[in-house]
């Protein structure tokens, strides 16, 4: 097919940062050709707003608003304030104009904000772009009329609210008041037949500590799965998820009460966080263990820890036995340069080790140094996204000496790949953040080849094969007693990385579909003042594993 017409409907020339994010996306993409849609509203006074919300919610639901404004614009710039390097663009509003293409047409829009009714005229203009999609920007309300056919395929929208325990608060707020560990949001289609919309992808990621946080995460998220969406019909002309209806909710913001709850739970556990960095000097701390134990037959609390080397910790690990010795390939992260680099641990006949550091090193991270065995040689795929790439190292010595080979993946963005033969082929599967942002938990895609050395890897028709970031990302891999793959699923908890992990075995992976089956979930409960576990490897003698605690570090 040629270039898919897109129409963004957009109110104002201000949006949220990630729309602009997901506009550039759109325009580098050679299958999109991009039509932004001014829709003008007359201007409406904070007065009139707040009597709308008067109208809606009554005195309590007005107090309760204004106060949660308050709290969350000031929260937003406390958080700018402290980390501008991390959160001042993403908290703040950003011109789109100039990130639009030329040609921008203009509608007018319903003085009413609830509602996206357009008259027949503007409607008229829209049509006219004969548009395949439409995608709505920043144009508040819901869709009604002639908008809803005027564009062949219907009109796509994120959703915040169609999950029924989220529809009486603002996106990304339930959750962290809840401390859930995960916030949810659902890509919707519009059309004629279904005007309270179906639903077309539906996922979530990881939530944050704060509203201001989460709600940054959430939009970046969202906006880039909804980019990749439209990239995805773009190219094929169908969306990847077979459709399903979504119910229409309304949303309200929380009483005086809440926000008030809110507040003080927030400002008690940033409290707490910087009491424990900046007085007491403790940070996250990973730490690598091992037992000479098959995986199912471990017992986790007497592992033997390898101690972390002063101004780093490791995590991530690897075990190979060759030439009569077993040997862990591990992240090992330095503090004082901020990236890692990956270190070998040798084991000895008598239980003890010895680090051999930064036997693999670059300018930029490395981390979760998966192994295979390849046509007698030893191949290592660490996680290399600051690269922008998936990197293929062949062992020239072992276990110290690695040589680079080629990318076996260029111009992407992965997190810990895994390199596995299944069915007769070998199967790429990687964590792959969608265009824009760094959500690596949030989605698995598989790739496969004739040979694991390939640069040429076809996508899983399915992509992504698993959509949470409570089961998508990798943590390494074991087997069961029949050989069968068991995938190593990490899970975040609220506000926190690497909580804990479960065990999925792959029941089905081949070039139709993918299919795993959970078997049991690892808990951080073997040892005191363990707060996460995300990583396992067994290589059927060695089991390794990490887990973390908070740990005075000096760099």
């Not at 959509?467 to 074991?478: D, Q």
């Not at 975040?492 to 993918?514: C, H, K, N, Q, W």
Request: with cysteine; charged share 25%; hydrophobic share 45%.
């Amino acid at each position: 097919m040629g270039r898919v017409r897109v129409g963004i409907l957009m109110e104002g020339t201000r949006g949220p940062f990630p729309i602009r994010t997901m506009i550039e996306t759109l325009r580098g993409d050679a299958n999109v050709e991009l039509f932004p849609i001014r829709c003008l509203r007359p201007p409406e006074s904070p007065w009139t707003r707040l009597s709308a919300t008067r109208g809606r919610q009554g005195v309590r639901g007005t107090v309760g608003a204004t106060l949660f404004h308050v709290v969350a614009t000031v929260e937003r710039w406390l958080l700018a304030a402290a980390f501008p390097a991390r959160f001042r663009d993403r908290l703040a509003a950003k011109p789109i104009d100039d990130a639009c293409p030329a040609g921008t047409v203009t509608i007018g829009a319903p003085a009413d904000r609830r509602t996206a009714r357009f008259a027949d005229d503007e409607v008229a203009k829209v049509r006219a772009l004969d548009l395949q999609l439409l995608v709505r920007g920043t144009l508040e309300g819901e869709f009604a009329g002639g908008i809803l056919g005027a564009a062949q395929a219907g009109i796509l929208s994120l959703d915040y609210r169609e999950r029924g325990w989220r529809s009486s608060w603002p996106p990304g707020l339930r959750e962290v008041r809840s401390r859930m560990p995960a916030t949810g949001f659902a890509v919707l289609l519009f059309t004629p037949a279904a005007s309270g919309g179906t639903v077309v992808l539906r996922t979530d990621t990881a939530t944050q500590r704060s509203f201001a946080e989460n709600r940054a995460s959430l939009y970046a998220v969202s906006w880039a799965f909804l980019a990749q969406a439209i990239g995805t019909f773009a190219r094929t002309g169908a969306f990847r998820r077979p459709a399903e209806t979504s119910p229409s909710l309304p949303a309200a913001a929380p009483g005086p009460g809440a926000a008030l709850a809110y507040a003080c739970r927030t400002l008690s556990l940033y409290s707490a966080l910087a009491a424990r960095r900046l007085i007491l000097g403790k940070r996250r701390r990973w730490s690598v263990a091992f037992a000479r134990a098959p995986w199912n037959a471990l017992s986790r609390s007497g592992a033997t820890v390898v101690r972390n080397p002063e101004g780093r910790f490791l995590a991530d690990p690897f075990v190979v036995t060759k030439q009569g010795r077993s040997v862990i390939f591990v992240e090992d992260y330095a503090f004082e340069r901020g990236r890692g680099a990956i270190s070998a641990v040798v084991l000895d006949d008598a239980g003890g080790y010895a680090i051999l550091p930064d036997i693999v090193a670059e300018p930029f991270h490395l981390s979760f140094p998966f192994l295979f065995d390849f046509a007698g040689d030893l191949y290592m795929v660490p996680e290399s996204h600051e690269a922008r790439s998936i990197r293929l190292y062949r062992c020239a010595r072992f276990p110290d000496v690695w040589e680079f080979m080629h990318e076996l993946m260029a111009d992407v963005r992965a997190a810990d790949t895994m390199v596995l033969r299944h069915a007769g082929r070998w199967w790429l599967l990687a964590n792959i953040a969608p265009p824009g942002c760094d959500a690596f938990d949030a989605q698995l895609c598989a790739f496969s080849a004739d040979t694991p050395l390939s640069r040429d890897w076809t996508p899983h028709p399915g992509n992504p094969v698993v959509l949470s970031c409570a089961t998508s990302r990798n943590g390494g891999f074991v087997r069961d007693e029949d050989g069968a793959i068991l995938r190593v699923r990490q899970r975040p908890a609220f506000g926190e990385y690497g909580e804990s992990m479960s065990l999925a075995r792959i029941v089905r992976l081949d070039e139709t579909a993918y299919d795993e089956e959970f078997r049991q979930t690892l808990l951080p409960d073997f040892l005191p003042g363990v707060k996460g576990t995300h990583h396992m490897h067994s290589d059927g003698t060695v089991t390794v594993f990490d887990f973390v605690r908070e740990e005075r570090v000096d760099r």
